[in-house]
């Protein structure tokens, strides 16, 4: 088990910057794949970005060259940081992690929203 809390969302104009944190309740250091993803009203859940235990990172085609996915093993933090802001970012970007044993578990979710 492993709970996981995010923060850093909140309201951003056009071109602006965010970083997400997304704060683990356990070391997350064995925890093989770590990822963001997104929720705009009325659409479905997408991928933003995942990172694995090694540091191998995948990013959605519309993020890529924007943001950033990191993993902090020592603090059991997981970040987006998040550039060059769109009005179609607009959404509730959450974490999940994939354990070992194929387990999923996810934030809570926070709530970014860039005007336009």
């Known amino acids: 088990q492993v709970q996981l809390v995010e923060s850093g969302g909140g309201l951003v104009q056009n071109g602006g910057s965010l970083r997400l944190s997304c704060a683990a309740s356990r070391s997350i250091s064995s925890i093989p794949v770590m990822g963001w993803y997104r929720q705009a009203p009325g659409k479905q859940r997408e991928l933003v970005a995942t990172?694995?235990?090694?540091?191998?990172?995948n990013y959605a085609d519309s993020v890529k060259g924007r943001f950033t996915i990191s993993r902090d093993n020592d603090k059991d933090t997981l970040y987006l940081q998040m550039n060059s802001l769109k009005p179609e970012d607009t959404a509730v970007y959450y974490c999940?992690?994939?354990?070992?044993?194929?387990?999923?578990?996810w934030g809570q979710g926070t709530q970014v929203t860039v005007s336009s």
């Open positions: 990172i694995t235990s090694g540091g191998t990172t």
């Open positions: 999940n992690a994939l354990d070992r044993n194929l387990a999923l578990f």
